[in-house]
């Protein structure tokens, strides 16, 4: 789903891909190539660290089972999230995100589940 969603995002002239993380560095170099200018990361936490302020919004698309500390990671560092379902695995995760989502709620910080 991550490199439909990918494809999809660079469709919008209104978008720009700053960075991309996969573990996998054939679809790494996949996604590079469309997006020449993004950095790169094998490392979501790396990314989301050293991006800061260059990115508003991420796009949570790997093994059900990171989704929501991605997820909520991102959100902490007041990004927009964008997560493939399940956004949750466990009831604790579903109701940390929660919590989070209502707190941020006043600043327009949003996690999507799609």
């Known amino acids: 789903m991550g490199f439909h969603d990918f494809q999809n995002f660079l469709s919008h002239k ?18 590079a190539r469309l ?5 790169t990361y094998t490392d979501w936490r790396e990314m989301l660290e050293k991006e800061g302020d260059a990115i508003d ?9 990171q989704h929501a500390i991605i997820s909520l990671t991102a959100m902490r560092k007041g990004k927009h999230v964008y997560c493939q ?3 949750c695995k466990y009831m604790d995760e579903s109701a940390a995100l929660r919590a989070l989502g209502n707190k941020l709620a006043s600043c327009k910080i949003a996690c999507c589940e799609a």
Do not use: F, G, Q, W
């Open 57 to 65: 919004s991420v796009n949570v698309a790997v093994p059900d089972h």
């Open 14 to 31: 209104r978008v720009e891909v700053v960075a991309i993380c996969d573990v996998d560095a054939n679809h790494l170099a996949k996604a």
């Open 35 to 39: 997006a020449p200018k993004a950095r």
């Open 85 to 87: 379902k399940p956004l």
